[in-house]
């Protein structure tokens, strides 16, 4: 009998579909051999996030939890494979976070730089009229401007927007002429005049 009678009557003495058996019993042995704490499936009957580290001060958005825990349900995802996944999305959010606090700051970077150019080459107050309009501008700047509303301006930087500089520039040149409200001229400020209404130039 040769080798290939020899199989086919081994396969046929074992019944129809013996092979396929076999390997589903290979297959079988297999998984069985996976810890069932290690496994990627099997939900939890309520999902628990406590073993994830946390970034200081930082916590769960109870909609965005609901959801996520609503997804990993749907995928029968282990707690293992869910503290994994949130582990991850954290990441992802102190990194986009980050990036995005820099975007910004850069953004409004360009926006002050972009408000001085614009400033500096004004037809009416910039060019050769630029420090008059400061001397004017600060005079009723340091008269009619608190400190809050000056931290405001430069914090947001515009106090060095043209508009605004226009603003008590022409209030200024009222006062010079005696013309609100009786103010008159103030005192000129002991501070630099860039220093007070355009800090950063």
Request: charged share 25%.
């Amino acid at each position: 009998m040769n080798d290939e009678n020899l199989n086919e009557k081994q396969t046929f003495g074992l019944g129809e579909n013996a092979l396929d058996k076999k390997e589903e019993a290979q297959n079988n042995t297999s998984l069985e051999k996976v810890p069932q704490e290690e496994s990627c499936y099997g939900k939890p009957e309520k999902y628990d996030y406590s073993g994830v580290e946390l970034p200081e001060n930082y916590c769960y958005d109870e909609n965005l939890l609901k959801e996520f825990n609503e997804l990993a349900g749907k995928y029968n995802l282990s707690q293992k494979s869910a503290n994994e996944l949130m582990s991850m999305a954290v990441k992802l959010t102190q990194y986009m976070g980050a990036n995005y606090s820099k975007t910004m700051a850069e953004q409004q970077r360009q926006k002050v730089e972009d408000y001085k150019q614009k400033l500096i080459y004004d037809r009416e107050i910039g060019g050769c009229n630029f420090e008059r309009t400061l001397n004017t501008a600060n005079i009723a700047y340091t008269q009619f401007a608190d400190s809050d509303v000056q931290a405001l301006l430069s914090e947001t930087g515009l106090n060095c927007h043209p508009k605004i500089v226009k603003m008590f520039y022409n209030i200024g040149k009222r006062m010079q002429n005696d013309s609100v409200y009786g103010v008159g001229i103030a005192a000129a400020p002991k501070e630099n005049r860039e220093d007070i209404l355009y800090p950063n130039m």
